[in-house]
T-cell receptor, first 117, second 110 residues
Framework: NAGVTQTPKFQVLKTGQSMTLQCAQD?????MSWYRQDPGMGLRLIHY???????DQGEVPNGYNVSRSTTEDFPLRLLSAAPSQTSVYFC????????????????FGPGTRLLVL | GENVEQHPSTLSVQEGDSAVIKCTYS??????FPWYKQELGKRPQLIID?????GEKKDQRIAVTLNKTAKHFSLHITETQPEDSAVYFC?????????FGAGTTVTVRA
C-alpha cells in the first residue's frame, strides 16, 4: 500500500492563479481531510469528507474548494491564490467508525509546500 | 468549535531528563486525544493516544495523562534522547474533526 499520497511536493504560484492539490489514499478510508500548517499555528482543518459525495467545512475553508467523487481521491482547489495561502498542506485519511465518528488513527500524506508570490 | 491550547511553545531539556507538554481543550464532547511528533520536513506521526474513559496510558518512555474534569491532558517523555528532538502536537477529537494545538518544539541537548 502506498498509504496517502500528495502531488505536487512543491509549487510556486502567482497571486490570482488557480491550482489543484491532489490527494489519494489506497486504504479504503471513508474519512479524508485537508489541513494547512503555518509556523506557530499547528495544523488547521480546511475541509473534510466523510465519504464520496459528502464534504464539509473545517476551521479555515475560505478560498478553498473540495469535492469527493471517489473514495480514493480528495483534491483541494485554490480558486484565486493569495499570499496568505502560502503554507504547507497536508492531506489525511482515517477509517470511519460506527455512528459517524472518524477513526482514531489519522494517516497523513507527505505534504505539499505552496508558495504564493 | 473545539479550541486546543498547548504549552510551552518551546522546550529545551538535557539528555536523560524528562519533558512535559500540557494541553487544554474546550469542548466537553471531545473523546479522543492523540499526540503527534513531527520531524523537520516530515509528516506528523502518531506517537500515543488516549481515550476519554482512560486516565493514563504509557508506552515505553512516553506517557499521556488525561483529566476530563479540568479538560487537561499532558505528554510525558522520560529519559530523553537526541532523537526525541522534534515538534510535538496535541489534538482533541470531536465526532468529525480533529483540532490541533499550536505545537511544542522540543530540543534535547547532548
Amino acid at each position: 500500500n502506498a498509504g496517502v499520497t500528495q502531488t505536487p511536493k512543491f509549487q510556486v504560484l502567482k497571486t490570482g492563479q488557480s491550482m489543484t492539490l491532489q490527494c489519494a489514499q489506497d486504504m479504503n478510508h471513508e474519512y479524508m481531510s485537508w489541513y494547512r500548517q503555518d509556523p506557530g499555528m499547528g495544523l488547521r482543518l480546511i475541509h473534510y469528507s466523510v465519504g464520496a459525495g459528502i464534504t464539509d467545512q473545517g476551521e479555515v475553508p475560505n478560498g478553498y474548494n473540495v469535492s469527493r467523487s471517489t473514495t480514493e481521491d480528495f483534491p483541494l482547489r485554490l480558486l484565486s491564490a493569495a499570499p496568505s495561502q502560502t503554507s504547507v498542506y497536508f492531506c489525511a485519511s482515517s477509517s470511519h467508525l460506527a455512528g459517524g465518528r472518524i477513526g482514531e488513527t489519522q494517516y497523513f500524506g507527505p505534504g505539499t509546500r505552496l508558495l504564493v508570490l | 468549535g473545539e479550541n486546543v491550547e498547548q504549552h510551552p511553545s518551546t522546550l529545551s531539556v538535557q539528555e536523560g531528563d524528562s519533558a512535559v507538554i500540557k494541553c487544554t481543550y474546550s469542548d466537553s464532547a471531545s473523546n479522543y486525544f492523540p499526540w503527534y511528533k513531527q520531524e523537520l520536513g516530515k509528516r506528523p506521526q502518531l506517537i500515543i493516544d488516549i481515550r476519554s474513559n482512560v486516565g493514563e496510558k504509557k508506552d515505553q518512555r512516553i506517557a499521556v495523562t488525561l483529566n476530563k474534569t479540568a479538560k487537561h491532558f499532558s505528554l510525558h517523555i522520560t529519559e530523553t534522547q537526541p532523537e526525541d528532538s522534534a515538534v510535538y502536537f496535541c489534538a482533541a477529537r470531536t465526532p468529525y474533526k480533529l483540532s490541533f494545538g499550536a505545537g511544542t518544539t522540543v530540543t534535547v541537548r547532548a
